[in-house]
């Protein structure tokens, strides 16, 4: 199976300021034969499902804010978010879907400092 | 609007068994492969496994966890998909989402409690 681990497990960051959390997976999830990384963030609020914010680790999903952007490819990859809101507060996943199982990261927990 | 309604949650015992649905509209549902995903209170993302269309076969696949317990199945005619949960266990506690593996979305969410 391939392992996620994202760091730092939480961070906190003034409003306005840039966010950016780390996701690594045990071995690439880049596909040669199209050059696409099968990578994907999800937002999760609490009491509420996870929303798909970035697909193929760069693409941001339809009505997302360009505040939110995904960059990285093979193992490594980055979440910015640039300039933070009040409404950005959320846990924050990365999930492969190279391979099944389509493994999660542990989360990253954003809060306002 | 691409909406998932999960339901069937509920109060189960040890090694009983329960059956979620989740009932799609909004897309072409026959079209998409669809995935089980839980979480357990305070917890991360689980992915529990997906089935695919009837064009793949509807070729399904477990995670490590509830293979040989959980069965994934779908109803083409009713926009539904099924997980068939059996020998229930209280590490099986979670809220169960389902989701449509083409445009992301995802339902609300129903909640299996596993105890005695």
């Known amino acids: 199976d391939i392992v996620m681990t994202q760091s730092p497990d939480s961070l906190a960051v003034s409003l306005g300021e840039r966010a950016t959390i780390n996701c690594k997976s045990s071995q690439s999830v880049l596909y040669s034969s199209n050059n696409k990384n099968y990578l994907a963030w999800y937002q999760q609020k609490p009491g509420q499902p996870p929303k798909l914010l970035i697909y193929w680790a760069s693409t941001r999903d339809s009505g997302v804010p360009d505040r939110f952007s995904g960059s990285g490819s093979g193992t490594d990859f980055t979440l910015t978010i640039s300039s933070l809101q009040a409404d950005d507060v959320a846990v924050y996943y990365c999930?492969?879907?190279?391979?099944?199982?389509?493994?999660f990261g542990q989360g990253t927990k954003l809060e306002i400092k | 609007e691409v909406q998932l309604v999960e339901s069937g949650g509920g109060l189960v015992q040890p090694g009983g068994s329960l059956k979620l649905s989740c009932a799609a509209s909004?897309?072409?549902?026959?079209?998409?492969?669809i995935h089980w995903v839980r979480q357990a209170s305070g917890k991360g993302l689980e992915w529990v496994g997906r089935?695919?269309?009837?064009?793949?076969?509807?070729?399904?696949a477990y995670a490590a966890s509830v293979k040989g317990r959980f069965t994934i199945s779908r109803d083409d005619s009713k926009n539904t998909a099924y997980l068939q949960m059996n020998s229930l266990k209280t590490e099986d506690t979670a809220v169960y989402y389902c989701?449509?593996?083409?445009?992301?979305?995802w339902g609300q969410g129903t909640l299996v409690t596993v105890s005695s």
């Open positions: 989701s449509d593996g083409d445009s992301g979305a």
């Open positions: 089935i695919r269309s009837k064009a793949d076969s509807y070729a399904t």
């Open positions: 909004g897309f072409t549902f026959s079209g998409s492969a």
């Open positions: 999930q492969q879907y190279y391979s099944t199982p389509r493994t």
